[in-house]
């Protein structure tokens, strides 16, 4: 069985080494208390990228400590840069649902991109953010990753045209009559549209800015489907043996 993983942050000018003392947060010391562990039981603390092997030190109702043991060498981090790039949807709680399937499968940027679609509430977005980044971290202890993904504020659907990445895919509910792409060691950025789809002439413009069109089957996939079945086909393909390989070609899916 793993151990428990906390990200946690250091004051400034602190550098992780052995035996060095860890002040615990109270969302941590809950959460620890809540699996039931003790001082000296064994933990994992995430501080900044660099994963450690800890022991439970104390752990009271005011106070809670970890001792640093010893830094574990291991990456479970994808061999690129996987960008998700996030339809901002009429309703928030979808976003919530994304969050953790994304971040278990290695995405290290989530993005919220204001569609024309999106009903975009600048007040009500700004209100989840904390949620969101909570959700973030919950999900990077739950699946062990060793780096916190980044996520942003949103921004408008332009700022999608240019976008700076050597593989841009867009996962679009139209035949197009173009094979899905080939999947590159390569940092990859890729999109989909909020509940009703993105438009033609979004479409039109992610075109002409170099986004190519990606099919996920032949039927028609809901706003939340879309992006985590198309992370969980490139995760499926950087596991292969061999890189290229292309994910299988069909009709398309997308968002309804």
Not at 40 to 48: C, H, K, N, Q, R
Not at 120 to 129: E, I, Y
Not at 226 to 241: M, N, T
Request: net charge negative.
């Amino acid at each position: 069985m793993s151990l428990p993983r906390l990200f946690l942050h250091l004051p400034a000018g602190i550098s992780p080494v052995e035996n060095l003392a860890v002040p615990l947060d109270f969302d941590a010391a809950k959460h620890l208390r809540a699996l039931r562990l003790k001082p000296g039981d064994a933990l994992e603390l995430v501080l900044g990228e660099a994963p450690w092997t800890a022991d439970l030190a104390e752990l009271g109702r005011e106070r809670a400590l970890a001792r640093l043991v010893a830094p574990l060498q291991e990456d479970r981090e994808p061999p690129i840069a996987l960008q998700a790039c996030l339809p901002l949807p009429a309703q928030l709680s979808l976003f919530d649902e994304w969050i953790p399937p994304l971040v278990e499968l290695g995405a290290i940027l989530l993005q919220p991109v204001i569609y024309a679609r999106s009903e975009f509430d600048p007040a009500k977005t700004a209100a989840r953010m904390e949620r969101w980044a909570r959700l973030v971290q919950s999900a990077c202890e739950q699946s062990h990753r060793t780096r916190r993904p980044e996520l942003r504020p949103p921004v408008p659907f332009g700022a999608l045209l240019g976008w700076d990445s050597p593989q841009k895919w867009v996962a679009y509910e139209l035949a197009t009559g173009e094979a899905n792409p080939v999947l590159r060691r390569e940092p990859l950025a890729f999109t989909s549209g909020p509940e009703g789809g993105i438009t033609d002439a979004e479409f039109a413009a992610l075109s002409a800015a170099g986004w190519r069109s990606v099919s996920l089957g032949r039927s028609i996939l809901r706003a939340v489907t879309a992006p985590v079945a198309l992370l969980g086909a490139v995760q499926f393909a950087l596991g292969q043996a061999e890189i290229p390989i292309t994910i299988p070609a069909s009709k398309t899916q997308e968002q309804k």
